[in-house]
């Protein structure tokens, strides 16, 4: 079946402007994770939803980040006023549920700000 | 901080040697899982352990846990090539749902 699915696989944007990434969970996976990997790290969380529960947005670094998960399916982050140091690769991953939390993960977006 | 800290961060072998790499963590858990990143792009899932699990396998893999040093190590017998990647291990920080990975061993394995 389908994977989790990203997109753009790249992005390349200028500082200040606004970025959305798209991520496509596989279907009938309620948990929906996003995370950060800046170059050569580990992986950053930044966000989790789990069916219409509310967010834990606890991992977010700033209130330019945001994120939502519409009918419980797709997932889009915003990244608003883009600056240098949000450059990563931005990772998707979705699971079953929060308690069986066995990872599947996209092939991520790539964000260069210049 | 991480929850997860592996060691070595690089690790370089012959192609038909072992090669282990550790996981050190700092709050109770539910599970530990390892993962395999190829090319900085999406991990794939290798293997879980529960916190009432002290070893599993899965083919070449060999994953132990010990909760009392909050320590596990992960094992690939008879390495190959194709196993050259980035290994993650990843905690349930305080038994949460929060998935805390950290920073990863970076694994050559010459042919």
């Known amino acids: 079946g389908a994977g989790v699915s990203q997109s753009p696989s790249n992005k390349v944007t200028e500082k200040g402007k606004d970025v959305e990434l798209r991520c496509d969970p596989i279907s009938g996976h309620t948990a929906l994770y996003w995370y950060r990997q800046s170059l050569g790290q580990g992986l950053e969380f930044l966000i989790y939803f789990q069916g219409n529960s509310a967010p834990d947005k606890s991992g977010l670094p700033s209130d330019r980040f945001s994120a939502e998960r519409t009918g419980g399916s797709v997932s889009t982050l915003t990244i608003q006023r883009t600056q240098q140091e949000d450059s990563a690769v931005y990772l998707c991953?979705?699971?079953?549920?929060?308690?069986?939390?066995?990872?599947?993960f996209g092939a991520g977006t790539r964000l260069s700000v210049l | 901080s991480q929850q997860g800290e592996e060691d070595p961060q690089a690790l370089s072998i012959q192609e038909g040697e072992n090669a282990t790499m550790n996981c050190s963590y700092k709050?109770?858990?539910?599970?530990l899982q390892w993962y395999r990143q190829n090319s900085g792009r999406g991990l794939v899932h290798l293997i879980l352990i529960r916190s009432n699990e002290r070893e599993k396998h899965s083919g070449r893999l060999r994953v132990t846990l010990d909760t009392s040093k909050k320590s596990s190590s992960l094992l690939i017998t008879a390495s190959r090539a194709a196993d050259t990647a980035s290994y993650f291990c990843?905690?349930?920080?305080?038994?949460?749902?929060?998935?805390?990975f950290g920073a990863g061993t970076r694994l050559f394995v010459k042919a």
């Open positions: 709050t109770s858990i539910n599970n």
């Open positions: 990843a905690t349930d920080a305080d038994g949460g749902f929060k998935t805390i």
């Open positions: 991953a979705s699971s079953l549920s929060l308690a069986k939390n066995i990872q599947y």
